[in-house]
């Protein structure tokens, strides 16, 4: 799926770096940690959805969905999932 990520955007701006943030969700814990952290804060800032965050929603669930993800990173995407879904804020 070819996402044209660099004209979306995200609470920083251009979401160019949407795909790096999510395939660092498959890696070391520390990695992991700080990409999910940052999904948190670039694609769903405070509550809000932007373009990039229609677009990140399928991978995030793939990621998720995958048997070789830990359970805190799946819970972790999971409930990003639902914030989204729902349109909550903090």
């Known amino acids: 799926?070819?996402?044209?990520?660099s004209q979306l955007?995200?609470?920083?701006g251009?979401?160019?770096?949407v795909p790096h943030l999510l395939s660092a969700t498959r890696r070391a814990r520390q990695a992991t940690?700080?990409?999910?952290a940052e999904l948190f804060h670039t694609i769903w800032h405070q509550g809000t959805v932007y373009s990039a965050t229609v677009a990140?929603?399928?991978f995030i669930a793939a990621i998720a969905a995958d048997d070789n993800i830990g359970g805190?990173?799946?819970?972790?995407?999971?409930?990003?999932?639902?914030?989204?879904?729902?349109?909550?804020?903090?």
């Open 1 to 5: 799926m070819a996402v044209p990520w």
């Open 14 to 17: 251009e979401a160019s770096n």
């Open 33 to 36: 940690d700080d990409a999910v």
């Open 56 to 58: 990140a929603v399928p």
């Open 72 to 90: 805190d990173v799946r819970s972790e995407l999971v409930f990003l999932l639902v914030l989204i879904a729902r349109g909550e804020g903090y």
């Open 9 to 12: 955007e995200h609470a920083y």
